[in-house]
């Protein structure tokens, strides 16, 4: 089974690709490393807390990481999108009892797994690039990355540039793609396309095997009206984070251009992906996904979403 450590801010794409990593039986989520981003550093390690105690696994480690940006500017929650509390209408239990681990546990993960570690990063980077500053040595040992994030030719969804992830600590997720080996980036010009949708939904809802199936509907709903409003014509609702998480085992729901990426650090262009497509220059070992194999992605996801398909 693939080893993950998850970094994420649970939200609600992040709390669907944790439910996916937990239902599908060949991934082994080893932790999650909640930090600020859709709402703030507590309300996403009580998210995750609540999301893992759901499906039994309250063992697997919490390990809250960063609640603020390294540029210290105020931090933008989106709850118009996911929620005031990140899961839509979804809150944990008042009287949840959960236990966080120490920043460290993250070492010990990856010297655990040596050599088998994969990281996958669908929040801020702001955790993840401290990682590499902090655990040098460690992180030489960590198998692969995959990390959500990013806008190549496409808008962004935050501004007209910018994606959300990128957009939130672009000096971190400069730092991750430079020092992260074996690096999948999936950006929005795959994850808008990752779209479930309400019919699907229902599906999921009365699966009698995914122990996450009452809340489905209701996250949905909530989700799904966002993305209604703002883009004329859509079909459902874009799991950016979920497809992330797919594609450690599915590599092949998605093409790729091979590019190292950057993210501009500029006021104006803060957040900003781009490539370097010069021909005199090295292109790089970046996999970087470009296009998704929709009914593929669909046909994958009802595998592990809807257990009895
Ligand atoms: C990304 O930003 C977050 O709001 C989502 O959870 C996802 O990780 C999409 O731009
Ligand atoms: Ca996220």
Not at 215 to 243: N, S
Not at 270 to 285: A, H, M
Request: charged share 20%.
């Amino acid at each position: 089974r693939k080893k993950i450590l998850l970094f994420c801010d649970p939200g609600i794409d992040d709390s669907l690709a944790i439910m996916y990593a937990m239902l599908d039986p060949a991934l082994d989520l080893v932790g999650i490393v909640t930090g600020y981003g859709n709402i703030t550093r507590e309300q996403a390690t009580a998210n995750a807390a609540y999301l893992v105690q759901l499906a039994g696994r309250g063992d697997i480690p919490i390990i809250p990481g960063a609640s603020s940006p390294v540029q210290q500017e105020d931090v933008i929650f989106y709850p118009e999108i996911h929620g005031k509390e990140g899961i839509g209408p979804i809150r944990p239990p008042a009287d949840m009892e959960y236990h966080i681990y120490p920043f460290d546990t993250i070492r010990t993960i990856i010297e655990r797994y040596k050599n088998e570690l994969i990281i996958v990063s669908t929040g801020r980077s702001t955790t993840l690039a401290n990682v590499f500053i902090l655990f040098p040595d460690q992180m030489e040992f960590v198998q692969s990355f995959y990390v959500m994030g990013g806008a190549f030719f496409v808008p962004g969804n935050v501004t007209a540039l910018a994606e959300a992830n990128f957009f939130g600590d672009p000096t971190s997720s400069n730092y991750v793609l430079t020092f992260a080996q074996n690096l999948t980036i999936t950006p929005l010009n795959v994850t808008r396309h990752a779209v479930i949708t309400p019919g699907l939904v229902d599906e999921i809802a009365q699966s009698k095997k995914n122990v996450y199936s009452f809340m489905i509907a209701p996250i949905f709903k909530y989700y799904y009206r966002f993305y209604k409003e703002k883009t004329p014509g859509i079909k459902g609702a874009p799991i950016h984070d979920l497809l992330t998480v797919m594609l450690v085992k599915n590599p092949d729901l998605v093409d790729y251009i091979n590019y190292d990426a950057n993210v501009a650090e500029g006021i104006e262009t803060k957040g900003l992906s781009y490539i370097d497509v010069r021909p005199s220059r090295p292109k790089g070992q970046t996999r970087i996904a470009i296009d998704l194999h929709y009914e593929k992605f669909i046909m994958r996801f009802k595998e592990v979403m809807v257990p009895e398909y």
